[in-house]
């Protein structure tokens, strides 16, 4: 079935540095792939999302793009904040079309020193 | 506007006691889930609802009763409460209409059960 890997956390960086955190998915149709973004002791939030291959998502200075090729929807930034200390999670909707279903990779979960 | 609201926010059982969380939306969405959240894991599907009256099962349903009786409310259900099923709970929905908001979920703030 479909599936998401995420690359293992956590992460460390300092703040300023800059952030890839990988993401590569299994699927036998043609899904859409999101970033979901988790604060301390909150719900997920969509941080950003493309449809469709060669595409770009993009919100808050984090970009990530739509690879079909290598099945990839890896998360940068140019410059972290403290304040983008978080668990960042890679999804994507299963079955075709709009099923309100997304498939979750494991977490990833970023610390930002200042 | 409240968006996804679930309760309670913590909640500690014992062994074989049942329980029902809570989840109401405002946003008059179609589509509502509740997934489980463990370490390492990330989010599990447990069972799903497109519409009032229209519920099935996700990936890890064993355990979990739904039901959906108005376009608001999503409850989930344990029915006898194991330690495997110690957790944080995420109630979701989205529109069933398609375009920017398709397969966009609004989480609530999440629900986490210890059993013990």
């Known amino acids: 079935g479909d599936s998401v890997t995420q690359m293992e956390g956590p992460v460390t960086l300092s703040e300023e540095a800059f952030l890839t955190i990988n993401c590569t998915y299994t699927?036998?149709?043609?899904?859409?792939l999101f970033w979901y973004v988790q604060y301390p002791g909150e719900g997920l939030q969509l941080l950003l999302k493309?449809?469709?291959?060669?595409d770009k998502g993009s919100n808050k200075g984090f970009e990530a793009t739509y690879r079909k090729e290598t099945t990839s929807f890896h998360l940068e930034k140019g410059s972290v904040q403290v304040s983008d200390s978080a668990v960042y999670f890679c999804?994507?909707?299963?079955?075709?079309?709009?099923?309100?279903?997304?498939?979750f990779g494991q977490g990833t979960t970023l610390q930002v020193k200042p | 506007n409240a968006g996804v609201t679930q309760t309670p926010k913590f909640q500690v059982l014992k062994t074989g006691q049942s329980m029902t969380l809570q989840c109401a939306q405002d946003?008059?969405?179609?589509?509502m889930s509740w997934y489980r959240q463990d370490p390492g894991m990330g989010l599990r599907l447990i069972h799903y609802?497109?519409?009032?009256?229209?519920?099935d099962q996700g990936e890890v349903p064993n355990g979990y009763n739904v039901s959906r009786s108005t376009t608001e409310d999503f409850p989930l259900r344990l029915l006898s409460a194991a330690p495997s099923q110690t957790s944080v709970y995420f109630c979701?929905?989205?529109?069933?209409?398609?375009?920017?908001?398709?397969?966009?979920?609004?989480f609530g703030a999440g629900s986490r059960l210890t059993v013990l």
């Open positions: 979701a929905s989205s529109p069933d209409r398609g375009g920017s908001g398709a397969n966009v979920l609004t």
């Open positions: 699927a036998t149709g043609y899904p859409s």
């Open positions: 493309a449809t469709k291959a060669d």
């Open positions: 999804a994507l909707s299963e079955g075709s079309g709009n099923t309100g279903k997304l498939i």
């Open positions: 946003m008059n969405h179609e589509y």
């Open positions: 609802s497109v519409g009032a009256g229209i519920t």
